[in-house]
């Protein structure tokens, strides 16, 4: 992720689907529909593919590039840092309010950043009224690391050349370098060459973010530092000391540094759930600080959901904040993966890590489902978070039924909650099983699925396409 300074300007519903043998026309349509939304999720934000992975562009042999060092942007950085460690000693004697602001700037500024320059302006992941492009432009200005559009452009190139001489923060050349040490020295030549080919049309004919980068200097100076240093000052009495090396320059250094670790340990420490091939890595302590942005493995992969993650709010801040403008109309056309996508890529990708539960969440179960006809049974792993649903669509059959097991080396489960819905959100059915001995829970579908039928009137044979089956894990 992009952060400020002196470098050169460049020119201008989660759905698995596990079967039993049915006939081999039904079976085609499975094949078919399946195809069908493995082809629709390439085309899930059409408008814009500039943040792509081009897999065709490699570093020429050689040695890497030389360095060329800014002293004015080390000097700068040094000088934060400097004030920013003199504002961890006068915490203890801030007051309360100052505390409390200093949080709320850093939650405001890193707003910023991953909802607004992140996901809405470099991936296009959802769409956003004017009120919250608005709050989200003077959030941005406040987290201080360059204006959106420098910002959105050097990360798309990032994504499109990502861990090569064109990407501007290549982790492959160390922690330091990736964290910070980029922007301390002059832009490679790929990454100039490679911005500078960038469509960034779609950008530069938003009015808002042309306005930013025209007055960007002085919306950074009140946004960033006087802001910050004069309510608590103003309002609740608290020393001007206090209030610029603890509000201003330790927050600032703090939303810097958690902005870097994405570059940096996002890329270097983690697992690789959905692509063991490239370096994103999935780190949930990260998006504690990240508010969302820790999931890089899942991000690299999917940069056009607008999650940033497969599991919605579960250590995702930012997730739940996009949800609630939506909630309220200021957000749209919010865009979210095919849950049969992800499992694909996982299966034809992934390090092993999903399936173990390594990549999954503390806390989380994994749910081995299966269904049997006869002597034929298919069975599926999943990972449940407390509270989640599972959904599985269900390919009905006369014996079919669904067992569902903990993992003895996972969270342990207690009970058990299903009910069955058809595809459009009406519930057909609910029932509680609590699990008081052993670890088998079985729960069969046959009653179920046999009201739903004669309430709706279903052939058997269409049903698969009609039912979802959930175990909610509580």
Same mark, same amino acid.
């Given at each position: 992720?992009?952060?400020?300074?002196?470098?050169?300007?460049? @020119?201008?519903?989660?759905?698995?689907?596990?079967?039993?043998?049915? @006939?081999?026309?039904?079976?085609?349509? &499975?094949?078919?529909?399946?195809?069908?939304? !493995?082809?629709?999720?390439?085309?899930?934000?059409? %408008?814009?593919?500039?943040?792509?992975?081009?897999?065709?562009?490699?570093?020429?042999?050689?040695?890497?590039? =030389?360095?060329?060092?800014?002293?004015?942007?080390?000097?700068?950085?040094?000088?934060?840092?400097?004030?920013?460690?003199?504002?961890?000693?006068?915490?203890?004697?801030?007051?309360?309010?100052?505390?409390?602001?200093?949080?709320?700037?850093?939650?405001?500024?890193?707003?910023?950043?991953?909802?607004?320059?992140?996901?809405?302006?470099?991936? &296009?992941?959802?769409?956003?009224?004017?009120?919250?492009?608005?709050?989200?432009?003077?959030?941005?200005?406040?987290?201080?690391?360059?204006?959106?559009?420098?910002?959105?452009?050097?990360?798309?190139?990032?994504?499109?050349?990502?861990?090569?001489?064109?990407?501007?923060?290549?982790?492959?050349?160390?922690?330091?370098?990736?964290?910070?040490?980029?922007?301390?020295?002059?832009?490679?030549?790929?990454?100039?060459?490679?911005?500078? !080919? +960038?469509?960034?049309?779609?950008?530069?004919?938003? =009015?808002?973010?042309?306005?930013?980068?025209?007055?960007?200097?002085?919306?950074?100076?009140? *946004?960033?530092?006087?802001?910050?240093?004069?309510?608590?000052?103003?309002?609740? $009495?608290?020393?001007?000391?206090?209030?610029?090396?603890?509000?201003?320059?330790?927050?600032?250094?703090?939303?810097?540094?958690?902005?870097?670790?994405?570059?940096?340990?996002?890329?270097?420490?983690?697992?690789?759930?959905?692509?063991?091939?490239?370096?994103?890595?999935?780190?949930?302590?990260?998006?504690?600080?990240? +508010?969302? %942005?820790?999931?890089?493995?899942?991000?690299?992969?999917?940069?056009?959901?607008?999650?940033?993650?497969?599991?919605?709010?579960?250590?995702?801040?930012?997730?739940?904040?996009?949800?609630?403008?939506?909630?309220? $109309?200021?957000?749209?056309?919010?865009?979210?993966?095919?849950?049969?996508?992800?499992?694909?890529?996982?299966?034809?990708? $992934?390090?092993?890590?999903?399936?173990?539960?390594?990549?999954?969440?503390?806390?989380? @179960?994994?749910?081995?489902?299966?269904? #049997?006809? $006869? %002597?034929?049974? *298919?069975?599926?792993?999943?990972?449940? +978070?407390?509270?989640?649903?599972?959904?599985?669509?269900?390919?009905?059959?006369?014996?079919?039924? #669904?067992?569902?097991?903990?993992?003895?080396?996972?969270?342990?489960?207690?009970?058990? =909650?299903?009910?069955?819905?058809?595809?459009?959100?009406?519930?057909?059915?609910?029932?509680?099983?609590?699990?008081?001995?052993?670890?088998?829970?079985?729960?069969?579908?046959? #009653?179920?699925?046999?009201?739903?039928?004669?309430?709706?009137?279903?052939?058997?044979?269409?049903?698969?396409?009609?039912?979802?089956?959930?175990?909610?894990?509580?």
């Amino acid at each position: 992720m992009p952060v400020p300074l002196l470098q050169e300007k460049i @020119s201008d519903s989660s759905t698995t689907t596990i079967m039993t043998p049915l @006939s081999t026309d039904l079976q085609n349509k &499975r094949e078919k529909l399946k195809d069908l939304a !493995l082809h629709l999720v390439e085309d899930i934000r059409p %408008e814009m593919k500039e943040d792509i992975h081009d897999p065709s562009y490699q570093d020429e042999v050689g040695p890497a590039p =030389k360095l060329e060092y800014v002293w004015r942007n080390i000097i700068l950085m040094a000088l934060l840092h400097l004030g920013a460690l003199y504002g961890i000693t006068l915490v203890p004697g801030c007051k309360a309010y100052t505390w409390l602001w200093a949080f709320l700037c850093y939650v405001f500024s890193i707003l910023g950043i991953t909802a607004g320059a992140h996901r809405l302006w470099s991936h &296009r992941t959802y769409k956003a009224r004017l009120p919250l492009r608005l709050f989200l432009i003077i959030a941005n200005s406040m987290a201080f690391q360059n204006d959106v559009y420098e910002w959105a452009r050097d990360h798309r190139v990032h994504h499109k050349f990502t861990e090569t001489h064109a990407d501007p923060h290549n982790s492959r050349r160390g922690f330091f370098f990736c964290h910070v040490g980029w922007l301390l020295v002059r832009k490679q030549p790929a990454v100039k060459e490679k911005g500078g !080919l +960038l469509d960034m049309s779609d950008l530069k004919a938003e =009015k808002l973010l042309m306005f930013q980068r025209r007055y960007y200097s002085p919306s950074v100076l009140l *946004m960033c530092f006087i802001l910050p240093t004069l309510v608590p000052w103003y309002c609740w $009495g608290e020393t001007f000391q206090h209030s610029l090396y603890v509000a201003a320059f330790l927050r600032y250094a703090v939303v810097l540094n958690v902005t870097w670790l994405v570059n940096s340990v996002a890329h270097l420490y983690g697992y690789r759930p959905y692509d063991k091939n490239i370096e994103g890595r999935e780190n949930v302590l990260l998006s504690l600080g990240a +508010l969302g %942005e820790g999931f890089h493995n899942y991000h690299h992969i999917f940069p056009y959901d607008y999650s940033a993650s497969e599991y919605r709010w579960s250590f995702n801040f930012t997730t739940f904040f996009i949800d609630c403008m939506a909630a309220i $109309g200021l957000a749209y056309d919010l865009k979210k993966v095919p849950k049969a996508s992800i499992l694909a890529r996982i299966k034809r990708t $992934g390090d092993g890590s999903y399936e173990s539960g390594c990549g999954a969440f503390p806390n989380s @179960s994994i749910i081995r489902v299966w269904i #049997c006809a $006869g %002597e034929t049974p *298919m069975q599926k792993e999943e990972t449940c +978070l407390p509270s989640q649903y599972l959904h599985i669509t269900m390919w009905w059959n006369e014996e079919a039924h #669904c067992q569902a097991l903990r993992n003895q080396h996972v969270h342990t489960l207690s009970s058990y =909650k299903s009910r069955l819905i058809d595809l459009g959100g009406q519930e057909l059915g609910e029932e509680r099983l609590d699990r008081s001995a052993g670890m088998n829970a079985v729960v069969p579908l046959n #009653c179920h699925m046999k009201k739903a039928m004669e309430k709706q009137s279903i052939p058997k044979e269409q049903l698969w396409a009609k039912m979802a089956f959930q175990i909610q894990n509580l």
